[in-house]
Structures are given as structure tokens and as C-alpha cells.
């Protein structure tokens, strides 16, 4: 099993900054993919960026590529994704997820772990 914990979710204006965190517990991190899902109210669940095991691939959604970077820490059991650039429609529930294979994270109802979610807002 592996547990995921969310943190850095809050209220932010358009155009600021805001760093998720995705702590990892239970077996081998490194020896899972990683990705960021989100959800607005009333929306399915979407898929928003991915890193692989080795960090060498990473892959975004097109609605957030430029502006939100995705990176891990293996040896701390860590992912975060650092959003930058925020727009009022990136308001949502943002979701940490692990599967052993990138294939895995396409789609949430596919990923072996998931986490709880942490909100965020960005006011206009």
C-alpha cells in the first residue's frame, strides 16, 4: 500500500503562485509514477501532469503546460507541483495519484493509490 497526503492548496489571485505537495508513505516510492489530477464541482475528475519514476518523462494537460512544472524527490518521498501563472478556471480539488506505470495516471479511476485532495481557489 501506499498512502498519499496533499498539502499547499488555498486562495490565490489570477496571476499569482501556489506549490502543491504530495507526501508519500507505505512501499517504494521511487519505484512509482506520479501524477496531479484536479476537479471542479460538477466536472469529471482530470488528469492535469505526470512524472515518472526515473523524473526523466514528465506530461501535462494542454490547459496547464507552460505554467504548472511537475518534479519529485524520491530520496524524500515527495511530489509537488508548482503552479504558476494561475488562471480562475484552475480553481478546483487538486488530487495526488501513483500507479506503477505512467499508462496508469490517465485516468484516475485507473491509478493504484490515490490521495485525498486539497483545494484550490484563485479569485479573478
Known amino acids: 500500500q501506499v498512502q498519499l497526503v496533499e498539502s499547499g492548496g488555498g486562495l490565490v489571485q489570477a496571476g499569482g503562485s501556489l506549490r502543491l505537495s504530495c507526501a508519500a508513505s507505505g512501499r517504494t516510492f521511487g519505484d512509482y509514477a506520479m501524477g496531479w489530477f484536479r476537479q471542479v464541482s460538477g466536472k469529471e475528475r482530470e488528469f492535469v501532469a505526470a512524472i515518472a519514476w526515473s523524473i526523466i518523462h514528465t506530461y501535462y494537460a494542454d490547459s496547464v503546460k507552460g505554467r504548472f512544472t511537475i518534479s519529485r524527490e524520491n530520496a524524500k518521498n515527495t511530489v509537488s507541483l508548482q503552479m504558476n501563472s494561475l488562471k480562475p478556471e484552475d480553481t478546483a480539488v487538486y488530487y495526488c495519484?501513483?500507479?506503477?506505470?505512467?499508462?496508469?495516471?490517465?485516468?484516475?479511476?485507473?491509478?493504484?493509490?490515490r490521495g485525498q485532495g486539497t483545494q484550490v481557489t484563485v479569485s479573478s
Open positions: 495519484a501513483a500507479d506503477t506505470s505512467l499508462e496508469g495516471l490517465a485516468r484516475w479511476n485507473e491509478a493504484r493509490f
